[in-house]
């Protein structure tokens, strides 16, 4: 949609600063007029949503709660250690409870279509893989997905196998019964490259292309092979899997169709972003034709760039999950996510407008973040941005939005 802002006030920043020294945002009041153009489409993106584990024991239907961790034998205890911070959790919850806010926000925002990375195996599989944090939901909690009406999930990520294969074809299957596309895992690697295809009003397509890279922890023997289950893995950020993506995409996309390649890679924690991961997203613009790169891997949010025009979200953070109570690497505040909003025009593949509702994980469901919290992510956008030349500014009802 086109925008036509002016401001009416400007404030001063708050005199406090926030965690890291990072000086505060400057807070703008605007007014928006906007204009509805048919060729624009808006997308909504989030970084990883973790339903399995302790979500999974507060849902209506629990998976048996055994687990194989060093530091946890069952699942149940991460519901204790949430409810140790901040109070109990009437349980069992609805499916729609882990949303929490977002689900008015999603409803206001209306986009056309709804994406997240999706790490844990929706499965009653036992065969689990021995790799230390293993998340599974069970199959019967899906309408906690639907309840999002959540249009296509990332499946190329360091859970999606952790119940096997057994596991993972349960989760193709219950996805795909929900009426839930997915892309980076299947059957065989034909199904795990396939991108999925979300239609959207007036003909138009968005392919989501979903991949993974070893870098994010995923195992190199979870790779799909022409007969065997697996993920979209990247051996490599080289020139030659940019053009075998290319060849993917040019074998799918239609006149008018939007591209986004959901990359799972780099490690958990720490705002880096080294030169592979972005060489390799340019790369992915100039060469194979992608118009928005949905990154994560990384529990935190990270920097943002556009690159002739087009979106890199290097790092989208954690969205739902069960960490409270888990002490380590406060500093980064992974109960601090981003409600992505893109919209971009499909004639072009350009951004039009981002627009990211800050968010907090509390009680096992999403709230919008305090004023304080809104103005912590926004100083962290904008100073890992100052190598892009992104700038994020705060508006009155909380909303940050890339300049």
Known sequence: MQLVSFFVATLACLPKKAAGG???LMIR??????TKSPNYISIFLCGDVMTGRGIDQVL???????IY???????????????Q????????????????????????????VRIINLETAVTKSEDYEDKGINYRMHPDNIPCITAARIDACCLANNHTLDWGHSGLIETLETLKKAGVKSSGAGRDLQEAEAPAVVEVPDNARVLMFSVGSEKSGIPLSWVAMANRPGIHLLRDFSTQTVLSIKSKIEGVKQPGDLVIASIHWGGNWGYEIPWDQREF???LIDEAGVDIIHGHSSHHVKGIEVYKGKLILYGCGDFINDYEGIGGFEEFRADLGLMYFVTVDLLTGRLVSLQMTPTQIKHFSVHRASRIDALWLGDILNHEGKRFGTLIELN?????TLK
């Open 396 to 400: 009155d009802d909380n909303i940050l």
């Open 29 to 34: 009041c605007r007014l928006e007029m906007k």
């Open 281 to 283: 997203a340019r790369n």
């Open 22 to 24: 990072l000086p505060h």
């Open 60 to 66: 209506p239907h629990p998976s048996a709660p055994n």
């Open 69 to 83: 961790e060093s530091y946890m034998k069952s699942a149940v205890g991460y519901v204790r250690l949430a409810e």
């Open 85 to 112: 911070v901040n109070g109990p959790i009437s349980k069992p919850v609805e499916f729609s409870y882990i949303w929490g806010d977002a689900l008015d926000e999603l409803q206001r925002m209306a986009p056309d």
